[in-house]
C-alpha cells in the first residue's frame, strides 16, 4: 500500500508503528511518562505537539517529521518569487539548508506529472526548484 502525504493523521500512524514493532505499553508510558489514557488520546489525534512528536520518534527510532516534509515538497513547492525577503542587510538565524532530500516516491512523482504531460520541464524546474540537469536524469533512469 502506498501512502498518501496529503492528509496526514499523526496519531494513526504512530499507533501503526507501535503495532509493528510490538512496542508494550508499559514502555510507553515509562518512556513518554503519560497514562494509558492519555497514550490512547495521542492515538486520536490529527496533529501533536512538536516536543511530544520528536519523544516519539525516538521512541519507535522513526524520523516523523519527515512525513511532513515530504508533504510540504509535494504539495507546497517552494518557488523563489513565494519567500518574503529579510530587512535589508539582515540574515536569518534559522538553519538554512543546502540540499534537497529526493526520495524514490518523490522522484517517482515528479517523472509521471512530466512524461504524463501534467507538468513540463520547464514548471517542474520553477515549481519544485529542481536542478534541470537532475530533472532529466531522473527522466532517463526512470524512463517507463
Known amino acids: 500500500m502506498e501512502f498518501k502525504f496529503k492528509n496526514i493523521h499523526i496519531g494513526s500512524l504512530i499507533r501503526q508503528l507501535v503495532k509493528e514493532q510490538g512496542i508494550e505499553k508499559e514502555r510507553i508510558i515509562k518512556f513518554l511518562k503519560v497514562s494509558e489514557y492519555e497514550i490512547e488520546q495521542m492515538y486520536a489525534v490529527k496533529s501533536m505537539e512538536t516536543e511530544l512528536l520528536l519523544r516519539w520518534s525516538k521512541l519507535l527510532n522513526y524520523d516523523f517529521f519527515r512525513i511532513y516534509s515530504q508533504h510540504l515538497v509535494w504539495y507546497a513547492p ?67
Not at 542587510?89 to 543546502?98: A, D, I, Y
Open 78 to 144: 517552494s518557488s523563489g518569487n513565494r519567500r518574503q525577503p529579510l530587512k535589508k542587510g539582515k540574515e536569518s538565524k534559522l538553519p538554512q539548508f543546502r540540499k534537497n532530500v529526493y526520495t524514490t516516491e518523490l522522484i517517482e512523482f515528479i517523472v509521471e506529472l512530466v512524461q504524463s504531460g501534467e507538468k513540463s520541464t520547464d514548471e517542474i524546474v520553477n515549481d519544485y526548484r529542481i536542478p534541470r540537469n537532475t530533472l532529466y536524469r531522473w527522466l532517463e533512469k526512470y524512463e517507463k
